[in-house]
């Protein structure tokens, strides 16, 4: 993740400061599941919880799991009063909006969907954190909540995006249609992924690691690049993105500014008593 982050600020160098915006989205992404998982790997953000399935397999067996809050952090960016399951949760909490905004600017979506499609987002991993802290089977309530969500995400992002990402043209299309079929199919795993951790206890925490870090290196420095790839050739003002640089404010003459304000004179000629003439 700390490479990724690295090679994706490097790469920004190569473009104008108002064709970086995809750029600094996704190194962001793996900036934070990069800190997620140095906590991790330091045996911090997590937490036990009692299991609602007692196995007999020795991997999962006994009164608690560890829940790592912070990758539903890595996910969305609260509860740091939790310890190690707590991180990975807060992880996501940062992570998967900013890629959703990769990829939903990337079709030109109007602002009011791209919001209400994080915000549902959002509501998916509170609840994935929520039901993965909760004792009883009303987890699954709250798992059920958070499929709801998704599902209107992946209506969001299959349908309504696509639509849109069409009408800008073939390679803009081309581009949406790699890294939103990846990221579906990837997300999709992810509830599968937390059936068989936090909600089952079917799998060893050890084996959790795994599959969750799988699906995190997949959906974010792979996306990551496969999406900047794709956008080596497009401009930012074609998705609607009108980004100014300081050098760059419309309607003003850099050398007409620079004049007018040097030494107090204006345009107009100044007479011996101050007053000023046409």
């Known amino acids: 993740?700390?490479?990724?982050?690295?090679?994706?600020?490097?790469?920004?160098?190569?473009?104008?400061?108002?064709?970086?915006?995809?750029?600094?989205?996704?190194?962001?992404?793996?900036?934070?599941?990069?800190?997620?998982?140095?906590?991790?790997?330091?045996?911090?953000?997590?937490?036990p919880i009692d299991v609602e399935f007692r196995r007999t397999n020795p991997l999962v067996r006994g009164r608690n799991r560890e829940v790592f809050y912070v990758r539903y952090i890595d996910w969305y960016v609260i509860l740091n009063s939790f310890r190690r399951s707590t991180v990975t949760g807060i992880s996501r909490?940062?992570?998967?909006?900013?890629?959703?905004?990769?990829?939903?600017?990337?079709?030109?979506?109007?602002?009011?969907?791209?919001?209400?499609?994080?915000?549902?987002?959002?509501?998916?991993?509170?609840t994935g954190l929520v039901g993965a802290l909760v004792r009883s089977s009303y987890k699954w309530g709250y798992f059920a909540f958070g499929c709801v969500a998704f599902f209107g995400v992946a209506w969001n992002v299959t349908w309504v995006a696509r639509k849109h990402s069409r009408a800008l043209g073939a390679d803009i299309h081309r581009t949406y249609i790699i890294c939103g079929v990846w990221t579906i199919f990837l997300?999709?795993?992810?509830?599968?992924?937390?059936?068989?951790?936090?909600?089952?206890?079917v799998i060893s925490p050890d084996s959790e690691a795994a599959f969750y870090g799988t699906l995190d290196v997949l959906a974010k420095p792979v996306f990551?690049?496969?999406?900047?790839?794709?956008?080596?050739?497009?401009?930012?003002?074609?998705?609607?993105?009108?980004?100014?640089?300081?050098?760059?404010?419309?309607?003003?003459?850099?050398?007409?500014?620079?004049?007018?304000?040097?030494?107090?004179?204006t345009n107009g000629a100044v007479s011996s008593s101050g007053v000023e003439t046409a």
């Open 187 to 201: 997300w999709f795993l992810y509830p599968v992924a937390w059936g068989l951790c936090e909600g089952g206890n």
């Open 93 to 126: 909490f940062i992570t998967t909006p900013l890629l959703l905004l990769d990829l939903l600017l990337t079709a030109g979506l109007p602002w009011p969907t791209i919001l209400v499609t994080i915000l549902l987002d959002w509501v998916m991993v509170v």
């Open 1 to 47: 993740m700390g490479a990724a982050t690295l090679i994706f600020i490097g790469l920004s160098f190569r473009k104008p400061r108002t064709h970086r915006i995809f750029h600094y989205i996704t190194a962001g992404i793996t900036l934070v599941a990069a800190i997620a998982y140095f906590t991790l790997a330091s045996n911090l953000g997590w937490t």
């Open 224 to 265: 990551g690049a496969l999406l900047l790839w794709g956008h080596r050739d497009i401009d930012p003002v074609r998705l609607a993105l009108h980004i100014r640089d300081y050098d760059n404010i419309p309607g003003v003459d850099s050398n007409q500014h620079s004049d007018k304000h040097h030494n107090g004179v």
